[in-house]
């Protein structure tokens, strides 16, 4: 964490003028992956906007996915609803319109798009660890199908470990269409 900072600095004190683009800072922020998220969200909904409502669901406390998201919520004013077993600190929610911060799963309906985010075990204390292990959540073409909007796209950083049980990506899902978005949002960051 930090890791972009510090580089800007060197480049500074070195008397150059360089960029620095941040791929990824430990929990707190993965510009690239954000802006490649908004790409993929303009591409499929045509824009963003107050009309648009994501759904973070899983280790949000350590995702620098979510913190992103965060961030471009406060500048495009779309809504997000929070699904989480671990609480999130609220002044990580300033300006952001939330749709729900809750375990229920009510609001799920109104979310276009489901945002899986990974267990950063690496991140976690021993305490969070054991409640994402507890939760009896599955990921599965059937929970979507109970719980979320029958037009949601599944949005995913990836990588995904479909060998490890508590990602929550089981089989099914491959085949699925409404995860079919992450090829995109991967092939979109190629260029």
């Known amino acids: 964490e930090g890791g972009p900072k510090y580089a800007i600095e060197v480049v500074k004190r070195s008397g150059y003028n360089a960029p620095i683009i941040n791929a990824g800072d430990g929990r707190n922020h993965h510009p690239s992956q954000t802006l490649l998220d908004l790409f993929t969200i303009k ?21 620098r996915v979510a913190h992103g998201l965060f961030q471009a919520a406060r500048m495009f004013d779309f809504r997000i609803g929070l699904f989480s077993d671990i609480s999130i600190p609220s002044y990580w929610l300033k ?9 229920s799963l009510k609001e799920l309906r109104h979310c276009q798009i489901f945002y899986a985010l990974r267990p950063q075990f690496e991140r976690m204390n021993p305490t969070e660890i054991q409640i994402w292990l507890n939760s009896n959540r599955r990921l599965t073409p059937a929970f979507l199908d109970t719980h979320c ?42 260029p």
């Open 43 to 63: 591409r499929k909904f045509g824009g963003l906007g107050k009309n648009l409502a994501i759904a973070l669901y899983g280790d949000i406390v350590n995702s």
């Open 95 to 103: 300006d952001v319109r939330i749709l729900e911060i809750t375990d």
């Open 149 to 190: 909007h029958k037009k949601v796209v599944i949005f995913h950083a990836q990588p995904i470990d479909k060998a490890h049980d508590s990602i929550k990506l089981y089989p099914g899902l491959d085949d699925d269409p409404r995860f079919r978005v992450i090829d995109e949002q991967a092939s979109s960051g190629m």
